[in-house]
T-cell receptor, first 115, second 114 residues
Framework: DVKVTQSSRYLVKRTGEKVFLECVQD?????MFWYRQDPGLGLRLIYF???????EKGDIPEGYSVSREKKERFSLILESASTNQTSMYLC??????????????FGEGSWLTVV | SQQGEEDPQALSIQEGENATMNCSYK?????LQWYRQNSGRGLVHLIL?????REKHSGRLRVTLDTSKKSSSLLITASRAADTASYFC??????????????FGQGTTLQVKP
């Protein structure tokens, strides 16, 4: 089974802190994603990476950056956390070569609270 | 941008009843998928239906797709308390070049009472 692991399930950070959310997948998938999920707003794509060191902005990239130095690892960075970034963050991965169609695999989520 | 709209937003039924959730979308698609999310957890893929398919089954799940109406429905038969979760439709837009950049609906929250 594909495993997408998000290193932190629950974090509490102070306003202005730099926050790193780490995600690792074990299936050699090319593409990785970061979403945030808020009540009433569904899933919104923050950033997408299609290869090592390659990234593309999603729908809500403001206030976030990403890093993909290795194929299996995709990090989301909040340069200066703000209270409106309190949310559930979901990492996902996808194999371009899958025979199953475009199925993506999600991690368990990281609940971030900024105080 | 959110393309999928799901209806109803919330659904409460008794164990043993069937649950039907609907999804509408706006643009042409390669396929449509349904995901499930237990409270506070990640999403798990349930079923995928391609644009040239009209119906698909997987266990107690039945998915239909009407591309002329740009809509899909997910039917869960003989529901169980363990089916309590949020259900999301996600579309793979036509021409998306197989990136996996799906567009998710806002989900239907299903409660199955024992």
């Amino acid at each position: 089974d594909v495993k997408v692991t998000q290193s932190s399930r629950y974090l509490v950070k102070r306003t202005g802190e730099k926050v790193f959310l780490e995600c690792v997948q074990d299936m050699d998938h090319e593409n990785m994603f970061w979403y945030r999920q808020d009540p009433g707003l569904g899933l919104r794509l923050i950033y997408f990476s299609y290869d090592v060191k390659m990234k593309e902005k999603g729908d809500i990239p403001e206030g976030y950056s990403v890093s993909r130095e290795k194929k299996e690892r995709f990090s989301l960075i909040l340069e200066s956390a703000s209270t409106n970034q309190t949310s559930m963050y979901l990492c996902a991965s996808f194999s371009v070569g899958t025979h199953l169609g475009n199925t993506i695999y999600f991690g368990e989520g990281s609940w971030l609270t900024v105080v | 941008s959110q393309q999928g709209e799901e209806d109803p937003q919330a659904l409460s039924i008794q164990e043993g009843e069937n649950a039907t959730m609907n999804c509408s979308y706006k643009t042409s698609i390669n396929n449509l998928q349904w995901y499930r999310q237990n409270s506070g957890r990640g999403l798990v893929h349930l079923i995928l239906i391609r644009s040239n398919e009209r119906e698909k089954h997987s266990g107690r799940l039945r998915v239909t797709l009407d591309t002329s109406k740009k809509s899909s429905s997910l039917l869960i038969t003989a529901s169980r308390a363990a089916d309590t979760a949020s259900y999301f439709c996600a579309t793979d837009p036509y021409g998306s070049s197989n990136t996996g950049k799906l567009i998710f609906g806002q989900g239907t929250t299903l409660q199955v009472k024992p």
